[in-house]
């Protein structure tokens, strides 16, 4: 498979894993009801994951296509941005009766972290999934670079080998 179907495919698959957690966890909603309302209020963190995680496939598969492998730490800190951004994410769908099962989440989250740290993150979490997304894509922007010297490094390689012979 081609790079760039294999990121489209995962980016996909992303975007149906999101929605489908959503349509789970609404049994108050129809199943088009539920992704309506998350479409609505998360369509940016929805597309954006979705994007990232399959930008960060392509890179991958890239730069295992030229022969070299990148680091895992960018791959394994985007797959937990990935999480991140997705738990917080929900907490916004919670008011409109989707993602019930939520509800149980936030009612431990106070024994977990605090009351403190509980409030701000059930009253931030928006801008805090918006934040997971900027991680995502600050994953990607270095996976990137990484993959850009790479190739620079190859280039320079083959360059110096046509010159010499």
Do not use: H
């Amino acid at each position: 498979m081609r790079p760039i179907q294999k990121a489209i495919l995962v980016g996909s698959i992303t975007i149906v894993i999101y929605l489908s957690v959503v349509v789970f966890t609404t049994p108050a909603l129809l199943p088009l009801d539920a992704i309506n309302a998350a479409l609505q209020l998360n369509s940016i963190v929805i597309f954006g994951m979705g994007i990232g995680i399959g930008l960060q496939v392509f890179i991958s598969e890239k730069s295992k296509k030229l022969g070299c492998s990148l680091k895992k730490k960018s791959f394994g800190g985007n797959a937990g941005s990935t999480a991140t951004t997705s738990f917080f994410s929900f907490f916004s769908l919670v008011p409109l009766g989707c993602c019930g099962w939520w509800l149980y989440a936030l009612s431990l989250l106070p024994g977990i972290v605090g009351t403190g740290v509980s409030s701000i993150l059930i009253e931030y979490s928006q801008p805090l999934a918006y934040g997971g997304l900027f991680i995502i894509f600050g994953f990607v922007g270095i996976s990137a670079l990484k993959l850009r010297k790479v190739i620079k490094k190859q280039n320079i390689k083959i360059g110096s080998k046509n010159y010499s012979s």
